[in-house]
């Protein structure tokens, strides 16, 4: 009588350091997807805790425990530069995470009109909704003079009058971004695309 080979391999146990073996495998190969994960994590997105009001309504904050929970993307900025109105996150000079909404780009210059307008390149441009110009008239567009960007990009607040923007700090250096604020996701309640 024949025997299969097959049949001896499937009969006879499996022995414990083939056990160990095997889960050790499945462990490595968890860790490595978790690193590849965390890798991608840092280099597309970042999650941010808005904690003041100075982009209300946009994103709402008002401390640590009270404010919008909002997703970076930071690919974009690998492809294009940030565009007239969007909402970015940046770094300042003491490691502190801003979102601004940028009005100035590289290369621009930004003024107040008389009648306290916003110009950019002396050419009228209309403010979104959210942004309230009553407020606008203060820091280096007090005199209404114009503000070179530079290499840089103007930022302002869309909640102007309690708003530490490019108004006191200047234009903000492409090497300070971060990304462009992308999604909000907690609340629940105000769950949706930053606009």
Request: proline share 6%; hydrophobic share 35%.
């Amino acid at each position: 009588m024949k025997t299969d080979s097959r049949t001896i391999i499937e009969s006879q146990p499996i022995s414990r350091r083939t056990r160990i073996r095997q889960t050790l495998r499945w462990v490595e190969r968890g860790f490595a997807v978790f690193g590849v994960l965390c890798l991608l994590y840092m280099l597309t997105v970042d999650i941010s805790m808005v904690t003041s009001p100075s982009m209300s309504p946009t994103l709402q904050g008002k401390s640590v425990d009270d404010g919008d929970r909002v997703v970076t993307e930071k690919v974009t900025r690998w492809l294009r530069q940030p565009r007239r109105w969007e909402v970015i996150v940046f770094t300042r000079d003491d490691g502190v995470e801003l979102m601004k909404r940028v009005v100035g780009l590289p290369g621009e210059t930004v003024q107040l009109s008389k009648d306290g307008r916003l110009l950019i390149d002396g050419k009228e441009v209309e403010m979104p909704p959210g942004l309230n110009q009553k407020h606008l008239k203060f820091g280096n567009l007090f005199e209404g003079k114009p503000v070179s960007c530079g290499t840089g990009y103007y930022v302002l607040g869309d909640d102007l009058k309690d708003s530490d923007d490019s108004r006191f700090n200047g234009p903000v250096k492409p090497s300070r971004l971060i990304g462009r604020a992308w999604l909000i996701v907690s609340p629940w309640s105000r769950f949706g695309f930053v606009r």
